[in-house]
Structure formats: structure tokens, C-alpha cells
């Protein structure tokens, strides 16, 4: 009668395919959060860069309610080679694939404090090396908004002062820190702009 325990030989040879199925499910799924972040990327930009006709109905206002998840604009820091595409609401779906728009913090236009976010290692990394007087492009569908770097912090993750309604016209990033810590980092990186015209 054949005994049905494994020998050691097939464990090893069925614990080595085990890991090598999980190994390349880990890089299907990989490859797929950097396939579908670009590609919403590259189509964003295309419908934003989209000419449009200059009537009231086809502009509106920075108070008009944005969906989750839909385009908000595009922001760029040239000295840093940052360009992304800033969608509202701060959700991991949002934040997967573009820069978010804080939820409750100002829309760009009018006097208040715009709040973005996102991820350090991904869409947000390049922002380690900013410095005081970087210029920032906001290009929104209602028009083109600059800003000039006046400062960089680190805070905790509990300090929400940084977001706190203004009575200028300001642009706070918010990004986790350190930049280079694997998993949940203990702090927050900041960046305030103030709105040049």
C-alpha cells in the first residue's frame, strides 16, 4: 500500500510553484496599477488639453460641485519635471491614478486654500527635491493659475491646520514622509504656494 504523505521532494517542488504563481500574480497586479495610473494620466491630459468654446455655459464656476473622481486639472512644478493630473477626492482609486483634490478645501480662483495630495512614491516623489520660489502651474478647465513655493514642512499625520480656510489665494500639497520609508510613514510633507498673478 503506497503511503499518501508528500515526500520532502514534493513539497518542495509544489511550495516552489506556489511561490512562483504568487510571485507573478504580485507583478500582474503591479503592472497593472502602473499601466492604468499612466494611461488616465496620458487621457486626462488629452481631454484637458481639448479646445473648448469660451461661452458661460461651457465654463463653469469654481463653486459648481465636482463628482469624486472627476478632472480637476492639471499641475505642474517645471524645475522638477512634475506633471500630473489632479482628479477630485482623496479615495485609493483617486489616488492610484492622479494627484487628488482635497475634499472641503478651496477649488482654484477664488481666495481660500486648495488642498492636494498625493502619493510619495509615486505621483508626488519628485516633490522631495522643492524648494522656496519653485513656480507651480495649476491648468484647470476654467483657466491657468500660478503659484510660488513659500515654504516646506513636515508635520504629523494629525495636523489638518495646514488645510484651514485663507483669505489669500493658496496651494498646499500634502505628501507622506519620509520619502523613501517602507509602508505607512509616521509624518506628513507639506508645500504652501501662494498664487502669483
Known sequence: MKSSVPSPSQVVRWSRIGLWVVAIAMLGY???IVADGWLYQRQASRLLDLPRPMTPSATPSSTTPVRRGE??????IPRLG???MVAEGTSAATLRRAAGHIEGTQLPGPPGNVGIAGHRDTLFRRLRNVRNDDLIVLTTLQGVYRYRVVSSKVVGPDDV???HPDSRQ??????CYPFYFVGPAPDRFIVRAERIS
Do not use: D, H, N, Y
Not at 71 to 76: A, H, K, Q
Not at 170 to 175: D, S
Open 170 to 175: 493658496i496651494l498646499t500639497l500634502v505628501t
Open 161 to 163: 491646520a495646514v488645510l
Open 71 to 76: 478632472l480637476i486639472g492639471r499641475m505642474e
Open 30 to 32: 503591479c503592472g497593472f
Open 82 to 84: 512634475l506633471s500630473v
